[in-house]
């Protein structure tokens, strides 16, 4: 399987370098910084800082679970002709390592792995050390869900920031000002998650996919998932029973799902059980109405928030 993807990836390289010999960069027509990132919360946090100075094209589209997105050659045109890369690491984006062991040196944009500095849940929901440049960690055994935790969420933002002043130290103090008014926005928005979950009579969640961590770490609460931390691992039989003691045993009254991934486990099993359902977003994209309706992170971890506390009451 790698032997193949690798073998894409140079394929990928190939016609990349063939094509941006005969294109120029939009970089070039317009007074702006090209930025590409691989999914939502990283796309929403560069528009916030780099405001008017700043291009920002997201890989996967609206409506689409990162977990099911694999890139194209389009996309990895679309990665070699910007001036910046943004992607989590962590494991997330699952064809990364690919993507850089074909391009090796020849990739000369800036990248900006976000993840870098965050503080790691470890198998226990313990936090660990800080990641740090160079530093070799099992990327598939870490959560990488850290921007469901605001406090976390600032890391990302830190790494975006300089990235930008990297690249364009012309506008420095403009990056620096809105990454200070992002973070302001980040501080409130962790106490109130912190003033509502301090009050909840419960303590315990569950989720169709474990990727509440972070959120689950930084407010005392306990998730328990019914699949893994890739939202389209199948559960055992004896996870599905485990799971169904765990949430008569703590009158567990809703099950939280995510809208981009099939609700169908779900659905089955609050059916059984004679409990509800609501929605828990992580994140990794919006749906198309949310993009519509010019949702962002801060309103959808609003409307997280409010299902918590319903769910935990």
């Known amino acids: 399987m790698f032997k193949k993807f690798n073998i894409l990836f140079s394929t990928f390289l190939v016609l990349s370098i063939l094509l941006i010999g005969c294109t120029s960069s939009s970089s070039e027509t317009e007074d702006k910084i090209d930025i590409v990132t691989t999914f939502y919360p990283l796309y929403d946090f560069a528009k916030k800082i780099g405001g ?62 976000a993840s870098l500095g965050a503080h790691l849940l470890d198998d226990e929901n313990d936090l660990e050390e800080e990641v740090r440049e160079g530093d070799e960690h099992d990327h598939g055994l870490n959560d990488p869900h850290i921007w469901l935790s605001p406090v976390q969420a600032k890391t990302l933002a830190e790494n975006i920031k300089q990235g930008l002043i990297n690249i364009d130290p012309k506008h420095k103090d403009e990056y ?3 990454f200070l008014e992002l973070s302001a926005r ?3 928005l962790h106490v109130k998650y912190k003033d509502v979950l301090e009050n909840v009579s419960k303590k315990e969640f569950v989720v169709s996919h474990q990727a509440f961590g972070y959120l689950a770490y930084e407010y005392g609460l306990t998730q328990k998932s019914i699949m893994g931390l890739s939202s389209d691992a199948e559960p055992t ?18 099950i939280l799902f995510e809208e981009l991934a099939s609700p169908k486990l779900t659905d089955t099993l609050a059916k059984e059980l004679n409990i509800k359902t609501l929605v828990l977003n992580p994140l990794e994209g919006l749906t198309k109405e949310q993009a519509s309706n010019g949702e962002d992170y801060f ?14 009451q």
Not at 65 to 91: Q, S
Not at 300 to 312: D, F, P, R, V, W
């Open 176 to 178: 620096e000002e809105r």
């Open 52 to 113: 008017e100075y700043v291009n920002v094209q997201n890989l996967v589209p609206t409506g689409v679970e990162p977990h099911d997105w694999t890139p194209k050659t389009r996309d990895m045109i679309k990665i070699t002709e910007a001036d910046m890369f943004i992607y989590n690491g962590l494991g997330f984006e699952n064809w990364i390592e690919n993507f850089f062991s074909s391009f090796e040196a020849n990739l000369s944009i800036e990248l900006v792995e």
């Open 299 to 312: 309103t959808i971890m609003e409307s997280n928030l409010t299902s918590l506390k319903k769910a935990l």
């Open 186 to 188: 980040l501080d409130e």
């Open 237 to 254: 039989i004896q996870d599905y029973k485990n799971i169904s003691v765990y949430i008569k045993e703590n009158n567990i009254q809703y």
